[in-house]
């Protein structure tokens, strides 16, 4: 049997296209260091089809503000960049629409994020909650943060509005930036979504207790900044295995500081 050249070259054609399929298998699909897409600049991040806009359940203003630095973590790459917020006494709000919507049945991504509570803890309405939240298409949010009640000096997991609570053991500190990570499970019914505290970059991941199985997302078609307390927000990922979200800080980011000074301060511990 003869085969032309456009068939082999169909064939190389195609098994690189597979391969890089697979490669995707593992990848970083969305990304938000804020250092160009904040307020609303299109082209910044990756992994979006839309500029950040005020959103979230009975946000009523989105009055946040750009920093030039990132927050510190710890041997973690970021990018330059940061966003805070004031304590308020309303909810605000803002959200931004995925290029490529999470929440098929049996599929796995993680989530990290960066919060550092400013001001004085618990002000604002609500007692001054913080946080990010993964808005679903079934009427609810996951919210993963400082929580407006409950045990609200501690990081959660919880539905948006405080159902379902999960404390971990790390307490919100003022001043003190903390790495968020959540292992979400997308299933047939309720999701299961577990909560990792300052894990270290390049380690494996560790094993949590705290896992929240009682909310079915559906389709998740976007993320949200939501708070009405004093915080400051950096480095969003989303990936599909643990170590897309925690990259490790190479020589290359070294050389180009973004205000940020790493040192050996203490975290809380891995949960």
Request: glycine letters at 14%; aromatic letters at 12%; hydrophobic letters at 35%.
């Amino acid at each position: 049997m003869k085969f032309s050249s456009r068939f082999f070259s169909w064939l190389l054609a195609a098994g690189v296209f597979v391969a890089l399929g697979q490669l995707a298998l593992a990848s970083q699909v969305v990304y938000d260091g804020f250092r160009r897409s904040f307020p609303t600049y299109a082209g910044g991040g990756s992994g979006f089809s839309a500029p950040w806009t005020q959103g979230g359940y009975n946000a009523f203003s989105s009055d946040y503000t750009f920093e030039p630095r990132s927050l510190c973590y710890p041997a973690l790459q970021r990018s330059g960049g940061s966003v805070s917020g004031d304590a308020f006494s309303e909810i605000n709000g803002i959200i931004r629409q995925l290029e490529q919507p999470l929440g098929a049945d049996n599929s796995t991504v993680y989530i990290s994020v960066l919060l550092e509570p400013r001001g004085t803890l618990n002000n604002g309405v609500y007692d001054g909650f913080f946080g990010v939240t993964l808005n679903g298409s079934l009427g609810n949010d996951l919210f993963i943060g400082k929580p407006g009640g409950g045990e609200i000096g501690k990081y959660v997991l919880e539905t948006r509005g405080g159902y379902g609570q999960v404390p971990s053991s790390l307490s919100a500190v003022v001043g003190r930036t903390e790495l968020l990570v959540v292992k979400a499970q997308f299933l047939p019914g309720a999701d299961q979504f577990t909560l990792y505290t300052n894990p270290k970059p390049g380690h494996a991941e560790p094993v949590s207790s705290v896992v929240k199985a009682d909310l079915d997302l559906g389709t998740v078609s976007a993320i949200g900044i939501y708070s009405s307390g004093a915080f400051a927000v950096d480095e969003i990922r989303i990936g599909t295995t643990f170590a897309d979200v925690v990259p490790v800080m190479t020589d290359i980011d070294r050389d180009h500081p973004d205000g940020c000074q790493d040192n050996d301060k203490s975290h809380g511990e891995d949960h």
